[in-house]
Structures are given as structure tokens and as C-alpha cells.
């Protein structure tokens, strides 16, 4: 498979489906360091070992990190998108912007958010890529 990053609510239905023991990094299936962020949070919230979980996380997935020049491109598109009025949450401009910057698509369900970052170089795949689709590595 291709390298593919997916969104928090890709990885949320991975967990729910109990297909997270079938990842691992050969797959090419990348996280955000904001999804890995937004999900263990949730996890914390629910009372599970966030250390443990994030561990086995990263053990799992190839983590793109936050670094400078992902923030330069979130900062610059923030900018474009506000003077045309159209606004995003900045978890979802830092995710998409690393996705830019470490040039991976994108697999979501929030195309919503994410669409207005397709013309700053964003490429968006479908989750079924990943996920109950056909080929797929975790079918």
C-alpha cells in the first residue's frame, strides 16, 4: 500500500472495528502528531492508560510530527482562508496542512473541513482505502 495518513475519525473507526492489532508500519498508514493528540485525549477522558494506548499507537502508525515548516503552511493558509471568510478548526488546518508539507493524502470522513485545503495541495482519499474497502489491508 502507498503511504496514506488518516483523520481522527478514520483512526476512531479503526478502534471501534478492533482493527488496530492488524496495523503495522510496513502498512504505510500514517497519524498526525494532532490525531494522535485528539485521540488520546479522548481515551483519557474515558479512563483509559493514555501512555500505554500512545505507545502502542506510535509503535503501530508512522507518526508525522509537528515541526516549523508545518506550521509556516498552516499559518499561511490560515491567513488566505480568513480573508476569504472561510474558516476551519486548527486542529483540522494543522492536520491537513502536515499532510501538505510531508505530501500524504489524506483519508477522512470530514471532507467538509478538508476540501477548502485541496487547493493549497492537499490530496483527500477515501477511508475506505484503509478501511472495509476492496484491496485493503485491513479487510
Given at each position: ?22 496495523v503495522s508500519k ?114
Open positions: 500500500m502507498e503511504k496514506i495518513c488518516i483523520d481522527t475519525d478514520v483512526l476512531i473507526d479503526i478502534a471501534r472495528k478492533r482493527l488496530i492489532g492488524y510496513e502498512l504505510g498508514i500514517h497519524l498526525t502528531s494532532i490525531t494522535l493528540y485528539e485521540f488520546s485525549k479522548g481515551l483519557a477522558y474515558i479512563g483509559r492508560d493514555i501512555a500505554t494506548s500512545k505507545d502502542e499507537l506510535e509503535s503501530r502508525f508512522n507518526i508525522l510530527w509537528l515541526t516549523n515548516d508545518v506550521i509556516l503552511k498552516a499559518s499561511g493558509i490560515f491567513c488566505k482562508l480568513k480573508k476569504r471568510g472561510y474558516l476551519i478548526p486548527d486542529p483540522d488546518l494543522l492536520i491537513g496542512s502536515t499532510c501538505i508539507v510531508y505530501n500524504v493524502p489524506l483519508a477522512t470522513y470530514n471532507t467538509k473541513h478538508f476540501e477548502k485545503l485541496k487547493q493549497y495541495g492537499l490530496t483527500l482519499e477515501k477511508p475506505e482505502r484503509v478501511i472495509g474497502g476492496c484491496p485493503c489491508p485491513l479487510a
